[in-house]
């Protein structure tokens, strides 16, 4: 788990200058090493967290001048040693035992194509000497990111937006199309757009090739259509439901490979539960598990330490409980903000990184629930979908923040170009190869929301204080079983409903039957007080009102109602606004 980053110039030499700027803001990323390689005109640059081959002989950039091949990459290929074994029977020689050199080999052999047989969360670029060919490349589900920057003669990559602004010569003007993107989706914004025109983000699951003459190509190696297949027809559910506990046992026990200390986020919910229970019938014992909680704000609990109590007791963890009262976690925002690659009003992002900074001074790695909902249909928004026939409408309905109407009200007029969030809806259903209304919407919230929001929220907080994240849940081996399995079985009775009964074998039924919880910090829902002094004066702020991104009059109805104007998910319009401006402010656009 490291920061990545470099420039390749296609009219002279690359300008180390500007990305060991981008190196230096990349630090938390990687606090144990740095590095830089030159090769005339493409520049790399890298910050290491040391968690597989803690030697030097890890360090990146990598090269290796016998194959012609240099790289900076960015997360674990968890079966590094298995791919490893498989080159050196054909011949290749190692010096280190990283993960990243398994990486660099597997190029030489079989090309940009190797990722198909990656199983692991990555980002990375290659360079070919010979060629001056330049490959970027993202994992399947989008873990790892990956951000650039193209003007004339020039591109720029890096694992995070702020660094790229640190390198100069950005177009910072806002993008309305991603905007509107933000404003409806919660603030989760599909590829390859951010909110600003001068940066784009690769999507997952492909890889991007430059060649010397800076022509630029794509390919998207791996896709999942949600749905039921013929095949599977013999399958009942308990097929399913031992399929589901097999596949993600084999998922949590990839990702323990590491040379240092690993962990568990464990929230009392369903699923880090089952991660805990899962490593526990691995032989796993003396596991380090962490939790954190939250004052209650207007009657909503800010902690569910009563079920993570009861798994931790259960399994016997090493448990650590993390109560942070509200004055932390005022404190804590700006830090919280100025982590986000692009900015995120999931208003648990403070927690992650309150937790995180806990949990780095025990372990370097951790385990995590994420993406489980979207896997296996756990949200309150997908039974509405099934037998939906008109699933736009009702997706919209259920999901967006604010209607078009509303974004007229919320936007200045010249942002406001197209109903932008409705448009990509349409297009993103019709393209859809999955033939019902639920498994579209499943295969929307896994290929495009979860991106967006959880999955880029738990890397930046946890990145921010060199703290690795693992998510089993996205394995891409699950992620396509789960695609099989009928949505009935996955959106009955609330939801996860075939995870819930895969995990009645290994978990108390107390916690999987309870209610659905969240990761809450009531005092970013029902903002009031200190907090609302923060978001006033974020918004009061010169350059907010020269920006001019909100009409003033929708501000200040805001400001006047923060409670009486949420959103369909319950989330905070006033922060989601404030969010953004204070994104903008911290990071010096």
């Known amino acids: 788990m490291c920061g990545i980053c470099g420039e390749i110039s296609f009219d002279g030499p690359a300008d180390p200058a500007a990305v060991q700027a981008m190196v230096g803001c990349l630090r938390a990323r990687g606090p144990d090493g740095e590095g830089l390689f030159g090769s005339g005109r493409v520049v790399f640059g890298h910050r290491r967290l040391k968690i597989i081959d803690l030697s030097e002989a890890g360090q990146q950039p990598m090269v290796d001048p016998g194959l012609g091949l240099a790289i900076v990459f960015n997360g674990c290929i968890y079966n590094f040693r298995a791919l490893r074994a498989e080159l050196e029977a054909k011949g290749y020689v190692f010096f280190s035992t990283s993960d990243t050199e398994v990486v660099l080999k597997a190029y030489h052999a079989w090309g940009p194509a190797c990722v198909e047989r990656f199983y692991g969360m990555f980002a990375f670029a290659v360079l070919e000497r010979d060629s001056g060919r330049v490959v970027l490349a993202r994992d399947r589900l989008g873990v790892k990111p990956l951000y650039y920057s193209a003007v004339k003669g020039r591109f720029r990559f890096a694992s995070s937006l702020p660094a790229l602004l640190a390198a100069g010569d950005v177009d910072t003007a806002i993008d309305p199309a991603a905007l509107h993107h933000y404003m409806s989706w919660h603030a989760g914004v599909p590829a390859p757009l951010t909110i600003l025109k001068g940066v784009r983000k690769l999507a997952p699951a492909t890889i991007l090739t430059l060649e010397k003459d800076g022509t630029r190509h794509e390919k998207t190696y791996w896709t999942v259509t949600i749905g039921p297949r013929e095949a599977d027809r013999g399958m009942t559910e308990a097929d399913w439901r031992d399929a589901v506990l097999e596949t993600l046992g084999t998922a949590v026990e990839r990702r ?155 936007l200045a007029p010249d942002l406001v170009n197209g109903d932008y969030s409705t448009a990509y809806l349409e297009a993103f259903f019709a393209d859809s190869k999955s033939a019902s209304a639920i498994d579209k919407t499943l295969q929307l919230d896994q290929q495009i929301m979860m991106v967006g929001d959880p999955v880029k929220r738990v890397d930046n907080m946890t990145m921010a204080c060199g703290l690795e994240a693992r998510v089993p849940f996205l394995d891409h081996d699950l992620a396509e079983l789960a695609a099989r399995i009928p949505a009935d079985l996955k959106v009955r009775d609330g939801g996860k409903y075939i995870l819930k009964e895969a995990a009645r074998a290994v978990v108390p039924a107390e916690v999987i039957d309870r209610k659905k919880g969240y990761f809450p910090v009531p005092a970013l829902k029902h903002i009031r007080g200190p907090f609302l002094d923060f978001v006033r004066d974020v918004l009061d702020r010169p350059e907010a009102r020269a920006r001019g991104i909100f009409n003033r009059a929708y501000v200040d109805h805001l400001l006047a109602d923060p409670d009486g104007t949420l959103t369909p998910k319950g989330n905070s319009k006033l922060w989601q606004v404030a969010l953004l401006e204070s994104w903008l402010q911290t990071h010096g656009v």
């Open 256 to 410: 323990q490979v590491a040379d240092v200390p690993t962990g568990v986020l464990l929230s009392g919910g369903l699923d880090s539960s089952l991660l805990v229970a899962l490593l526990a019938r691995n032989g796993q014992t003396g596991l380090k598990t962490f939790s954190v909680g939250f004052d209650a704000v207007n009657g909503v609990e800010g902690d569910e330490f009563k079920y993570s109590d009861i798994i931790a007791r259960t399994f016997e963890t090493d448990h650590t409980k993390v109560a942070v009262d509200g004055s932390r976690t005022l404190e804590a925002l700006p830090a919280a903000i100025a982590a986000m690659a692009e900015p995120q009003m999931s208003h648990d992002a403070v927690a992650f990184l309150l937790l995180s900074q806990e949990v780095a001074k025990h372990v370097t790695v951790i385990q995590s629930g994420q993406g489980a909902d979207e896997v296996f249909g756990g949200y309150h928004w997908y039974p509405k979908l099934m037998g939906s026939a008109n699933p736009v409408s009702d997706y919209a309905r259920a999901y967006f923040d604010r209607d078009h109407d509303e974004m007229r009200e919320a």
